[in-house]
């Protein structure tokens, strides 16, 4: 067995349409705040690489990924969650490392989602579950190293609906620059009739 070992996570994707939207939305908002346009301390995620993280699995041995992918398509043709964007989150709340947007996950399926995934993966040994519950949300920006920021109330972004239809293993590649996330495996949920 190979002794490589990959960064992985399961994440909601997004659709092309929503990632578009929060980029232009977060341009908009940063320019608005003062504190953010000039000093420049948020380092943006690109909008390729915006997503939903469901479980977070860390390094992992690269000969169990198939295992793995095969873990997380116990949630193929489960139904697909009708999402909308809620509001602007700093987490944590006290010192803010990270500029995210909450999802409203009226049905409860996207929850129901990550906890299918995260029982699957859990027992096959490559997830300890965090002690927080799950919070839906996508993460747009990452405070600089060194800097920080106070609480600043950002205006929320556009109520905007959208369905979440494929969960994606990632690996992660680490490197110069923000981080590439490459797909190793796609699982497409149910849409409603």
Avoid: K, N
Avoid at 26 to 53: M, S, Y
Avoid at 116 to 143: E, I, K, N
């Amino acid at each position: 067995m190979s002794s490589e070992r990959a960064r992985l996570f399961a994440a909601l994707a997004l659709p092309l349409e929503i990632r578009e939207m929060l980029v232009g939305w977060r341009r908009d908002a940063i320019a608005a705040e003062p504190a953010l346009a000039q000093g420049q301390p948020l380092r943006l995620i690109d909008r390729e690489a915006l997503h939903v993280t469901l479980c977070f699995l860390g390094w992992q041995s690269l000969g169990d990924t198939d295992s793995i992918g095969e873990a997380c398509a116990t949630v193929a043709g489960t139904p697909a969650p009708e999402l909308s964007l809620r509001g602007v989150l700093w987490l944590p709340p006290r010192h803010p490392r990270v500029l995210a947007v909450q999802l409203e996950d009226g049905s409860g399926l996207l929850a129901d989602i990550q906890a299918r995934l995260s029982s699957a993966l859990t027992a096959g040994g490559w997830y300890r579950p965090d002690a927080r519950p799950f919070l839906a949300h996508v993460s747009l920006a990452r405070v600089a190293t060194g800097a920080r920021i106070g609480r600043l109330s950002l205006r929320d972004p556009p109520a905007t609906q959208f369905t979440g239809e494929e969960v994606v293993l990632f690996r992660s590649r680490l490197g110069p620059g923000a981080a590439r996330y490459e797909p190793l495996r796609t699982i497409v949920l149910r849409r409603a009739a």
